[in-house]
Antibody, heavy 121, light 108 residues
């Protein structure tokens, strides 16, 4: 069965860095676009970034451009999100999510359980 | 960016009745580049609809979607206890992908 398992969340000081990982299993990871979506405590969903199956086409929401980097290692079936220059506004549960079909759909059928990132001094 | 506005913020409906949720885009999202998700407390979102009116795998027929351009609707006929949750619309016509702020569907 399809599984997405995030890791790497935690508490970090403002200005700090953190790297999230999302380990994928149960499907051909290299055939799917992958995304990061976050949810601040008690708030709605915010799409963060997307990486196409080839790792070349990449998109970000404006608020994280220049600070966050999405990447993938298809040999390890793993998605990453490197987060730098973190601010309290980045505090959220970060979900990795899979495109609904192989290729590129930009809507998501499988989600991880989420990794909590707390930015606080 | 395309701003998605959902209404109402909270909808109170009795079990067995019909619920209608609205989603408006600040600009066209094409004919149907619109998805709907359901989220329950402590859980990840669940894809309900895509392309505005296509049910995702395993979604019951009591869920239906309609609309195009800037106005979309999610309808749930004969509400079941498990349907009470928060619902989000999402456009994927333009970058960045954007979500609505959510509609909380609660038991009346």
């Amino acid at each position: 069965q399809v599984q997405l398992v995030e890791s790497g969340g935690g508490v970090v000081q403002p200005g700090g860095s953190l790297r999230l990982s999302c380990a994928a299993s149960g499907f051909t990871f290299s055939s799917y676009g992958m995304h990061w979506v976050r949810q601040a405590p008690g708030k709605g969903l915010e799409w963060v970034a997307m990486i196409y199956l080839d790792g070349i086409s990449i998109y970000y929401t404006d608020s994280v451009k220049g600070r966050f980097t999405i990447s993938r290692d298809n040999s390890k079936n793993t998605l990453y999100l490197q987060m730098n220059s973190l601010s309290p506004e980045d505090t959220a549960v970060y979900y990795c999510a899979r495109d609904y079909r192989s290729g590129w759909t930009n809507y998501f059928d499988y989600w991880g359980q989420g990794a909590l990132v707390t930015v606080s001094s | 960016e395309v701003v998605m506005t959902q209404s109402p913020a909270t909808l109170s409906v009795s079990p067995g009745e019909r619920a209608t949720l609205s989603c408006r885009a600040s600009q066209t999202v094409g004919s149907n580049y619109l998805a709907w998700y359901q989220q329950k407390p402590g859980q990840a979102p669940r894809l309900l609809m895509y392309d505005a009116f296509t049910r995702a795998t395993g979604i019951p027929a009591r869920f239906s979607g309609s609309g195009s351009g800037t106005e979309f609707t999610l309808s749930i006929s004969s509400l079941q206890s498990e349907d009470f949750a928060v619902y989000y619309c999402q456009q994927y016509f333009n970058w960045p992908i954007t979500f609505g702020q959510g509609t909380r569907l609660e038991i009346k």
